[in-house]
């Protein structure tokens, strides 16, 4: 599966390379909306995983473009984990929400059910 970190902390790219690059999954991080928005009209992509808060466009505005271009599944990344933001973030069109800091299975569960076709919405920390 060929995913897509967009987070403006260089650190989460790395972790999900970590974690994912073993298992057969190739990683690309960027650290902006804009940036992830312009990497998915050159490349193509099954997972995107994108964090919340960012500079620039956020987060539910990034995930909400990607799903009008009917772009990948997308997973939301965000430390804030309260049920309002959750909600938030699917409504937006987020496949599913991941709380940070996320443990190694949370992250694998959500990645083999999107990869199986799965509905992830309640998968994950928080």
Known sequence: MRVLVVDDEPFMGYLMGIL???LGHQVDAVFSGEEALECL????YDLVFCDLVMPGI??????????????????ALSATVSPDWQQEALRAGAAAFLGKPFTR??????????????DARNSGSG
């Not at 009209?41 to 193509?44: K, L, P």
């Not at 473009?65 to 009917?70: N, S, T």
């Open 105 to 118: 299975g949370d992250l694998l569960k959500i990645v083999a059910q999107i990869g199986e076709g799965g």
């Open 20 to 22: 994912l690059l073993p």
């Open 41 to 44: 009209e050159r490349e193509v």
């Open 58 to 75: 956020g987060g539910l505005e990034t995930i909400r473009r990607i799903r009008l271009r009917g772009g990948p599944p997308v997973i």
